[in-house]
Each structure stands twice: as C-alpha cells, then as structure tokens.
Nanobody, 124 residues
Framework: QVQLVESGGGLVQAGGSLRLSCAAS????????MGWFRQAPGKDRDFVAA????????RYADFVKGRFTISRDIAKNTVYLQMNSLKPEDTAVYYC?????????????????WGQGTQVTVSS
C-alpha cells in the first residue's frame, strides 16, 4: 500500500510562488497516475492537475493552466506541484492522490489513495 505525505504549503503573497511536494512510500508508486486536488472552506474538492505513470502526460484544470506545473521524480517517489502567479482564490488545502486507472483523469472517484493535505494561503 502506498502512503502519501504532502509538504510545501504555507502563506504567500499574491503573485508569489510555492512548490508542493508529495512523497510516496511503497515500491508501487510508479504504478499510479498521480493528481493534485484542492478544497477551499465550504467548497467541493476540485481537480487541479494530474500526471501519468511515466510523467509523459499531464492534465490541468483551466483555472491553473499556464501558472501551475505538475511533475514527478520516479527515483525519488515524489510528485511536485509548482505554483506560480498565485492568487487569493488559490487559497485551499491541497491534496495529493494516486489513481490505479489506465488513464489520467480529473475525477476524484478514480483516485483511491490520498494524502492528508497541506494548507496554501495566498494573501492579497
């Protein structure tokens, strides 16, 4: 069983950058497509980005295209989310998740492994 631990969240001013990391334990990490989701207070959990097992395919929510980049280092069992040009509306708890499906997807139903989340707060 793979376990996921996020880190890198914090408080940043609008226009700033953060890089989130998701460290996975377990030898089967490379067998999962990985995704990032976020949830703001009182709102549903939203898809942010996903990356394929090999790292060769990525998918982004429209509201982060051109600002966020997802990547993975298979040797380090880690997935990253580089977030640039942050906006106050990006404030949320960010979750890393793993999916065993055959394709990358934005649907949270396809992800069966979740981290505990890391708080990102963007001040105006």
């Amino acid at each position: 069983q793979v376990q996921l631990v996020e880190s890198g969240g914090g408080l940043v001013q609008a226009g700033g950058s953060l890089r989130l990391s998701c460290a996975a334990s377990g030898r089967t990490f490379s067998g999962y497509n990985m995704g990032w989701f976020r949830q703001a207070p009182g709102k549903d959990r939203d898809f942010v980005a996903a990356i394929s097992r090999s790292g060769g395919s990525t998918r982004y929510a429209d509201f982060v295209k051109g600002r966020f980049t997802i990547s993975r280092d298979i040797a380090k069992n880690t997935v990253y989310l580089q977030m640039n040009s942050l906006k106050p509306e990006d404030t949320a708890v960010y979750y890393c998740a793993g999916s065993g499906s055959n394709y990358i997807t934005s649907g949270s139903y396809a992800y069966d492994i979740w981290g505990q989340g890391t708080q990102v707060t963007v001040s105006s």
